[in-house]
DNA sequence: GTGAAAGCGCTAACAC
DNA sequence: GTGTTAGCGCTTTCAC
């Protein structure tokens, strides 16, 4: 894009050394001598030379370039994640290429094939393919999951158990002893989350009411399991991201209950939408900007080591308590 | 990443033609029989021969990569637009970069700077920086803006001023008589807008509120708005976009007041996030998806035709009641 | 319609 | 430390 083109050998006629010196300026200062590079890197800057990505990436192999698949970009929980793959990619001056899926399975698995051949790596956000393709991906190249496990693939994810028992314990002492948890089992992509939640129901001595559902994780499905909270004998309302916690609010609202006067609801996800409510939500905080730092580590590792044995980075959650929790009744 | 690193040459030697047919195959199929053609696509097939991007880079001189800039990923606005981008470039079989200014104007400049050097164009969507500095990048390459106008650059963005007429004329019809509008003086990033409200007051009939201000388009300030809209004699609050509708929507329901019972609200943007809400709010409908795909088009028209005059394409905005707006008092 | 050949701008041995 | 040289995989004249 750039007008003024300038190449390496431009800059290395004008400072008056040889090409691969000044390729060696660019990509491995130390073993250039201080004026000698000092030399170069003036001369690059009269020319304005950038180092030209393409014919660098041909060379050696290595296009510097990650990628990332998210499933829906508008999703401020992926959003998020987003950023912060793209903070820490910066950083560590590699490019990044974006796509969204969709929610599609079929067409995630085949963008993320397109996208292998173009990247150093990928970097599966929430992906919604089956495990066995996720796993053919690793096997073709380097794939680091954020926010799901798949064992033998490097990933990222929040210790959602431990979080659970985090909210638990907050409900149990302000004095609840019957909770709804409302779930996408009807898209299932919350896999093995029950179990984790009816291990802290029990480890607080608080009743579970399961059977409201299936639901999806949208604000409808939240507004229609708001219908059957005040039937449930339920005080309090787990969610397990913000788009339903949004529409169970929005549906207790709309039935003229008061949160947390009559309910109390907690969001599980802790993006900007947890504030920009009235009340505010007390949220399950993931940890979505560090998920996403360090399954680009992840990735940036194991494209240096590729043989190595998968890692997985299990992240602590925190219980960040607003307005939306109270005592029952 | 592949595995199998086939190259042209050797879908040539399986295919029996030369490196050139099967090059012709991939850039300009037209141009070579049908039968060699799926010849050679049959054994690229059975290679699992995928084109090596940046070598294809380097020879033609274009990297078929527009780079996407953003204030911020998370807010929708913006994620709505990422999204429409992304869509748009996959259909033009483009990759995209996408990288995230942070609201911060020299840091967009730079990484404008860097990422033109890696990308055929680029596409800024609300740009912070100054127009001349804007100016200054479409000086050195292909740039088109999106939700954003400056002359002598491609630029793609809503019509707001008919767009505020279109939400005049609902609240004047519904009998308001006096309102309030929530904009982004604080922060001065919704230029030349304030007139066009004016206008729109005056050609239905409404006195306008402006000495509320000044406000940053937050979900804070909008609580602070709020806040002062009981005093103001006005009934019903026009908010420049859905963070502030959102605190304004908080900071009456804290209050008390409801809506649409007790003002009415009325929001600029419309993305998931208005229809998250109870009530659902009226808003002022932007056509991110159209902008966004039309930003891509202008871009690429741009990058064929680099000496052409600027274009700018002007949206159409639509009004979407919802339950936020009624007859005042 | 197809092939031969000369690069695109950079990297990485390998010599000096 | 620095220079020489041979590619990286593709595109694109130019012949045939």
Redesign the interface.
């Known amino acids: ?3 003024a083109v300038a190449t390496m050998a431009d800059v290395a006629r004008e400072a008056g050394v040889s090409q691969s010196t000044v390729s060696r300026v660019f990509s491995l200062p130390e073993t250039v001598r201080a004026d000698t590079r000092l030399r170069v890197l003036e001369a690059a800057r009269r020319l304005e030379f ?1 180092p ?4 660098s ?2 060379a050696r192999g290595r ?1 510097r370039t990650l990628g990332l698949l998210v499933p ?3 999703n ?1 929980y992926y ?2 994640i ?2 912060a793959v ?2 820490r990619t ?1 950083a560590k001056s590699q ?6 899926t969709g929610d599609d399975p079929e067409d995630g698995f085949e963008l993320a094939q397109a996208m ?7 970097l599966l956000a929430g992906p919604r393919m089956a495990d066995a393709m996720v796993r053919e991906l690793a ?4 794939v680091a999951l954020i926010g799901a496990r798949v064992d033998g693939v490097d990933s990222a994810y929040a210790d959602l158990a431990t979080g659970m028992r985090h909210v638990l314990r907050h409900l149990a002492a302000l004095g609840h002893a019957k909770v709804v948890y409302v779930d996408g089992t009807l898209a299932a992509r919350t896999p093995g989350h029950r179990q984790p939640m009816r291990d802290a129901c029990e480890e607080y001595g608080v009743e579970l009411v399961e059977q409201l559902g299936p639901f999806a994780l949208t ?1 409808d499905d939240g507004v229609a399991a708001a219908d059957l909270v005040p039937t449930s004998g339920a005080t309090a309302v787990i969610a397990h991201n913000e ?1 339903v916690a ?2 169970v ?3 207790l ?2 039935q003229g209950r008061s949160v947390p006067g009559e309910f109390s609801l907690v969001t599980v996800d802790d ?3 947890a ?4 009340p505010a939500l007390t949220a399950l905080h993931i940890p979505l900007d560090v998920m996403g730092a360090r399954g680009v580590d992840l990735l940036l590792h194991r494209i240096e080591a590729a043989e190595s044995e998968a890692r997985h980075v299990t992240l602590p959650t925190s219980l960040v308590v607003r307005a939306s929790t109270g005592a029952p009744h």
Chains 1, 2 share one sequence.
């Not at 292998?116 to 990928?122: H, N, P, S």
Request: glycine share 10%; hydrophobic share 45%.
């Open positions: 894009v750039n007008v950038t030209n990505r393409a014919a990436a041909l296009t829906d970009v508008v401020p959003a998020e987003i950023k793209q903070r910066r490019a990044l290429f974006l796509a969204d292998a051949g173009q990247t150093d790596g990928l096997q073709a190249g380097p604000f788009m949004l529409g609010a929005g549906g609202a709309r993006t900007f939408m504030r920009a409510t009235y």
